[in-house]
């Protein structure tokens, strides 16, 4: 089973985006299709971006721990709120302090607003940004427009069978590039690789 890290990337007082990163949590182990754990932003408590990691003379624990966490997540979801159109600094601070743990990383977009949209006018900036760093973004949209009307608190949808239907798709192609990143790292047959 691969294993998927999820950034949960809002660090406001009384965030709803959180509630989307545990339902997928909760998705996707609870149909066995990866193995997951959720870094939190608000928890890790980043400073504001200084310099990039590889040149941080005395590096936190907290930064060590989260770029090991990316380095060896076989995938990445993504869960941003929408903040004046764009996503938010604690969620560019930590794409620009890792370098080489983005390069190829297969990683998924969620949005989140609580107006009607979704908050998809975040995803071209995004997506920008992570193809800048050569990370590997997964082509499929998961917007949820009115969290706090459609998760609770603990991330149970209102509308669990749309949900979870929206949700099959999206993880699909995230796991459909999970795979195809691990069948890379693997040696070719009769490649005088193997064995
Ligand atoms: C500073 C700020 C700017 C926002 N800008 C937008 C916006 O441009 N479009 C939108 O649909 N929602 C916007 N929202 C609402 C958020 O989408 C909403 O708070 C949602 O729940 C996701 O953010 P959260 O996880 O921090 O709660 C904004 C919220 C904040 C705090």
């Known amino acids: 089973m691969p294993h998927i890290a999820i950034i949960s990337s809002s660090v406001r007082t009384g965030r709803n985006s959180h509630r989307v990163a545990l339902y997928f949590k909760n998705y996707l182990e609870t149909n066995s299709l990866a193995t997951v754990e ?36 076989e995938g990445v979801l993504i869960v941003t709120p ?16 890792l370098y080489d743990e983005w ?9 989140v607003s609580d107006g009607v949209f979704g908050g998809t006018q975040v995803i071209t900036s995004l997506q920008f ?8 973004t997964v082509p499929a949209m998961f917007p949820v427009p009115k969290a706090p009307e459609a998760f609770d608190e ?30 890379m790292k693997k040696p070719l047959l009769g490649s005088g690789e193997a064995g």
Not at 129 to 136: E, G, P, Q, T
């Open 154 to 183: 603990n991330g149970n949808p209102k509308d669990k069978a749309a949900t979870d239907k929206r949700a099959a798709n999206f993880i699909n192609e995230l796991l459909w590039c999970i795979e195809a990143g691990i069948r």
């Open 38 to 73: 959720i870094l939190d932003l608000k928890e890790y408590n980043f400073p504001l971006f200084d310099e990039r990691l590889r040149f941080q003379k005395n590096p936190s624990a907290g930064m060590l721990d989260f770029a090991e966490k990316i380095r060896s997540a």
């Open 82 to 97: 929408e903040y004046n159109g764009g996503y938010p600094a604690s969620l560019k601070n930590v794409i620009d302090f």
């Open 129 to 136: 940004s992570l193809w800048k760093i050569r990370a590997w």
């Open 103 to 111: 390069h190829r990383k297969p990683v998924a977009i969620s949005t």
